[in-house]
């Protein structure tokens, strides 16, 4: 059964850069899509955009300007960053398996904006 | 975007009686090269993450109970649990995979009458 941790900070200043890890273990990043989904406290799912264990991606056109997803196939990791964030990008952060529906989940971490 | 809309947004069942959950598609979700709606269902439980219950439209995801059972096609779908128990308290959104962005709905909080 594959697992998934996100980890990274819990508070990030507006304007900067929020970045996450995702580790996975219990199985192999390859050949699968891995996804990042945000939920706004509050509010419903958001999914943030997808990469293949290859390297390509796909992003959430209303983001798109702002993140950046990579993998590290020699680590089990893949990873999000979200540049110029404001107060809107307080969520909890989702790493899961899955480009289509999502399989497995991360138990989510919550990032708070704020200065 | 496709946008999924649910209703109720929330309802409550007593147990052992039959709860059922709306979804609708903006735009149809029904490949019809493959005759295959590209639709989800998740249960979210407080603390904890989603869990796929549902994929296909009306096909269980590995260990999900039968009384789950997802169906509809084109822009409108329904989960329905033919038998609530305690444990399936928690709020149900539905997901379509036929585009990308992809979308989740807003979710349905189904409680214990």
């Known amino acids: 059964q594959v697992q998934l941790q996100e980890s990274g900070p819990g508070l990030v200043k507006p304007s900067e850069t929020l970045s996450l890890t995702c580790s996975v273990s219990g199985g192999s ?6 996804s990042w989904i945000r939920q706004p406290p509050g509010k419903g799912l958001e999914w943030i955009g997808y990469i293949y264990y290859s390297g390509s991606t796909n992003y ?22 979200l540049s110029s964030v404001t107060a809107a990008d307080t969520a909890v ?23 | 975007d496709i946008v999924m809309t649910q209703s109720p947004d929330s309802l409550a069942v007593s147990l052992g009686e039959r709860a059922t959950i709306n979804c609708k598609s903006s735009q149809s979700v029904l490949n019809s090269s ?4 590209y639709l989800a269902w998740y249960q979210h439980k407080p603390g904890q993450p989603p869990k ?18 997802g169906s509809g096609s084109g822009t409108d779908f329904t ?3 033919s038998s609530l128990q ?5 709020v149900y959104s539905c997901q379509q995979y036929y585009s ?3 979308t989740f709905g807003p979710g349905t909080k189904l409680d214990i009458k």
């Open chain 1, 93 to 115: 952060y989702y790493c899961a398996r899955g480009g289509s529906w999502i399989e497995s989940w991360g138990q989510g971490t919550l990032v708070t904006v704020s200065s």
């Open chain 2, 79 to 81: 989960l329905t649990i």
């Open chain 2, 34 to 37: 493959n005759n295959k709606n």
């Open chain 1, 60 to 81: 959430n056109p209303s983001l798109k300007s702002r993140v950046t997803i990579s993998v590290d196939t020699s680590k089990n990791q893949f990873s999000l960053k």
């Open chain 2, 52 to 69: 796929l219950l549902i994929f296909w439209a009306s096909t269980r995801e590995s260990g999900v109970p039968d009384r789950f059972s």
């Open chain 1, 29 to 34: 990043i390859s050949p699968y899509y891995w």
């Open chain 2, 100 to 102: 990308i962005p992809l």
């Open chain 2, 86 to 90: 305690a444990e399936d308290v928690a």
